[in-house]
């Protein structure tokens, strides 16, 4: 053996030792935590509650772990403390086979002696329950078969969450926060069914010393296994980034960063804001495994300003933290009330070819991540008057070509700001005034909508009247854009556009479950840029919509026509929009079988002084898809579905959508009408074929999980124009809401 290898030996055992002292800090400091959370303690009592002690437990254990993979000890040996990491590490490369059983042997058997050492120091009560060893013990409703396929998962999500990061260097840094949220996020979703280890370290020696030795085989072997799936899956779509160390630090070993550049200022703090309400479940025990049994709660919105928690008044109802804090009483009177919430949504996509090829940006195989997170407060004074309060912060990692303007990156901002005034009933009617920075939304979000799929969401300064009368509810609004910039506090009412409109909505028995929604809307934008050319638009619309579901049948029609000038041309444009569904309630799976059809028109002949094309305004951001390739201008789509119900909350939707022109002598956009590519000389009409498939999970009120694969093929038009690159689209998100 020579004496570089003696040396890497050497080294290899002293931190495996390094691996042992942590992993049995790590079990010491959560057996502890359960004990003076969970069991017999002046914390117990004053927070009898299990959601809150878990809440309290959960958070303190992350912060431990966070804190060990960032001591010294932990940037020597890597602070892995769980063998998943270990051999996943060992699967990108990162250390040799030789130091694997070691790290493993020391992790397994700190967990042992941390615990051991727990119940020395603290006594018999560590042995009786509630804390048990701090062993989790899953429900008994889950069979062996749903508890592995749960840990395997989890520990995957984990594991190819790390190894992206240690990828990049200027996100390596931050991977201690990341395992830490991402366990507090499984055990938080999982807690009172699995448990949610995700380390075989964690559970082997709560297991061992206290004899509760069921199971244990699957928390040992699905986390691994999860491991190696994930190691296979960073490899197959992150083929191009390396993993850069071992250590979950993201440092050199005497503490250099990997990269000399800061990480972003915002995503520390509000990946410490994930942590702190991420609820996670520790030390689960048979008495914190009963589930909320009230089903009363009314569920999340993504319109958060339409939220109504009043049903927490009745503080019985109150089951959770996270209710608590839906309804804090200000106050003795009825209806004056604070409500907080927000939302945290992690997005992978990867777009190999963007827009065929002609960019922007460079071909991308390797995909890029968008977060967004927003926060609020919503403060009732009674029935009379109102303030909501919402920021938002999105960002962008590792898109070719840079963040999208607009929709990608806005590092942090107020994104709504408002006072309502309501007025008591008068002549059987009712009256509201919105002062303020507000998202608007109306109908199917076909004209208006809060942008919620791209990673910015959209909102207007103004004022907005809503009356109810009858059955009418009548809105008419007047308001400025707000431009999205992508620095801190920085957007602003956009100087260039003006936005007004008059939207009526009332039911229409004439159809099963009908409602009829009419509406005028008028926009002045400055400098709109179209195929004949570029100029300011004075623009109105008129339209009406027809929709309704009876037990099996669903319909959605609309139908708009526009007109103004842009420049000296004047406008003449329309839009017809149908959507019909079908559900097969006998069948397994429920499946509603869905044709939609859309047609807008195109422009014309340049010389005719009339602008044909249709504008749709402020729409919802995926308006055919997530990929988002095209736009509703100049185009008819017919798009048939097929939606399967496959358990209570799964849902999945394969569907495909072809495209063609409507005006040969007009180009084709982007949302929302963005012109993407003229019409040349062609004289093709297809488009192209777009194939997709949606998976939905909801996992809980608080928890939703969505993936979606999209291909597009190129169709004549593109082709004949060139670029025509087909198109490989891939995207999934988790999104938390409390």
């Not at 700190?110 to 020395?120: D, P």
Request: hydrophobic content about 40%; proline content about 7%; some cysteine.
């Amino acid at each position: 053996m020579t004496r570089s290898a003696q040396l890497g030996f050497v080294e290899l055992m002293a931190h495996s030792v390094l691996e042992l002292i942590l992993s049995s800090i790590l079990l010491f400091g959560v057996t502890t935590i359960v004990r003076f959370v969970m069991g017999p303690s002046p914390i117990s009592r004053v927070f009898p509650q299990i959601h809150v002690q878990l809440f309290i437990a959960g958070t303190a254990v992350a912060l431990l772990l966070a804190g060990l993979s960032m001591s010294p000890p932990g940037k020597a040996s890597g602070g892995h403390m769980n063998p998943a990491i270990s051999f996943a590490v060992w699967r990108f490369g990162v250390i040799p086979g030789a130091g694997l059983i070691p790290y493993i042997i020391a992790q397994l058997l700190g967990s042992v002696l941390g615990v051991l050492a727990a119940r020395a120091a603290w006594g018999q009560v560590v042995d009786q329950p509630p804390v048990l060893c701090a062993v989790i013990q899953p429900t008994a409703a889950w069979s062996a078969a749903q508890l592995f396929f749960a840990e395997l998962v989890g520990t995957g999500v984990i594991i190819f969450a790390v190894g992206y990061f240690l990828s990049i260097p200027r996100l390596a840094p931050l991977v201690p926060w990341l395992v830490g949220i991402l366990i507090g996020l499984g055990t938080g979703t999982l807690g009172t069914q699995s448990g949610g280890s995700f380390n075989p370290a964690r559970q082997f020696g709560p297991a061992v010393v206290s004899g509760h030795t069921d199971r244990l085989w699957v928390f040992l072997v699905a986390p691994m296994l999860g491991a190696e799936v994930a190691a296979r899956l960073l490899r197959a779509f992150h083929k191009r980034s390396q993993v850069l160390t071992h250590r979950l630090c993201g440092t050199h070993a005497d503490g250099r960063s990997l990269e000399h550049r800061r990480p972003e200022p915002v995503l520390p703090l509000l990946c410490t804001f994930l942590l702190i309400f991420s609820v996670p479940a520790v030390g689960q025990t048979p008495s914190t495994q009963a589930a909320d049994k009230d089903s009363g709660p009314p569920p999340y919105n993504t319109r958060t300003q339409d939220e109504d928690w009043s049903y927490f008044h009745d503080p019985s109802k109150r089951s959770s933290f996270l209710d608590a804090i839906k309804y804090i009483p200000l106050g003795d009177q009825t209806g004056w009330y604070l409500s907080l919430g927000g939302e945290i949504r992690e997005r992978y996509e990867m777009e190999d070819y963007p827009w065929w090829g002609q960019g922007p940006g460079k071909p991308d195989h390797n995909g890029y991540n968008l977060q967004r997170y927003l926060l609020h407060a919503d403060t009732h004074l009674g029935e009379r008057a109102r303030f909501f309060i919402q920021f938002q912060s999105s960002l962008e990692f590792g898109r070719n070509g840079g963040p999208k303007p607009v929709i990608d990156r806005d590092k942090l901002d107020l994104e709504e700001a408002f006072l309502d005034v309501n007025t008591h009933p008068i002549a059987k009617g009712t009256f509201r005034l919105r002062i303020g920075r507000q998202e608007l939304s109306f109908g199917s979000q076909r004209l208006i909508g809060i942008r919620e799929e791209p990673n910015v969401r959209q909102s207007f300064d103004g004022a907005r009247v809503t009356l109810g009368i009858r059955q009418w509810q009548i809105d008419a609004f007047a308001t400025k854009w707000v431009l999205t910039k992508p620095g801190i506090f920085d957007n602003v009412p956009d100087p260039n556009t003006t936005f007004w409109g008059l939207y009526a909505v009332r039911p229409w028995g004439i159809l099963p479950g009908g409602k009829m929604d009419l509406y005028y809307l008028g926009v002045d934008r400055k400098t709109v840029e179209f195929a004949r050319g570029t100029a300011d638009e004075i623009r109105h619309s008129i339209g009406t919509r027809f929709s309704g579901q009876s037990a099996a049948w669903d319909y959605n029609y609309e139908v708009v026509f526009q007109w103004g000038s842009f420049g000296s041309n004047d406008i003449r444009a329309w839009t017809v929009a149908s959507d019909n569904g079908y559900t097969l309630n006998s069948l397994r799976f429920r499946p509603r079988l869905g044709l939609r059809a859309d047609i807008t028109s195109g422009d014309g002949d340049p010389k005719d002084r009339v602008l044909r094309t249709f504008n749709p305004l402020f729409p919802k951001g995926s308006y055919f898809g997530e990929i988002a390739l095209i736009g509703p201008a100049n185009h008819i789509d017919l798009h048939p579905s097929v939606a399967l119900k496959v358990a209570k909350d799964w849902t999945i939707t394969p569907e495909c959508i072809f495209f063609w022109r409507e005006s040969l002598e007009d180009g084709i956009y982007r949302p929302p009408i963005i012109l993407i590519r003229p019409a040349g000389t062609s004289r093709s009409r297809y488009i192209g074929t777009q194939p997709s498939i949606q998976a939905e999970w909801q996992i809980n009120r608080h928890f939703s999980w969505v993936a979606n694969y999209t291909h597009f093929f190129a169709g004549p038009f593109l082709r004949d124009t060139q670029p025509a690159k087909d198109v490989n689209y891939a995207a999934t998100w988790f999104t938390y809401r409390f």
